[in-house]
């Protein structure tokens, strides 16, 4: 997967890392922006949930449950 992270969460990188098989990109956003995206598709969006994802939710989405 081609996956990238917008905002500073160590929390979700590392989560996504023990999954293996990801890249995991962390790129600066603004205005609270918050974006998991995989393979060119968004997984998780803070604008559109109107919250970060819970723990061990990333992983869930990539593990496609």
Same mark, same amino acid.
């Given at each position: ?9 160590? +929390? ?28 060119? +598709? ?8 109107? +919250? ?14």
């Amino acid at each position: 997967y081609g996956l990238k992270l917008q905002a500073s969460s160590g +929390r979700v990188s590392d989560e996504v890392l023990k999954l293996g098989d990801h890249q995991v990109n962390l790129v600066a956003g603004s205005g609270g922006v918050f974006e998991v995206t995989a393979d060119g +598709r968004i997984l998780f969006s803070k604008a559109d949930s109107n +919250r970060f994802p819970e723990p061990g939710e990333i992983a869930g989405l990539l593990a496609g449950e």
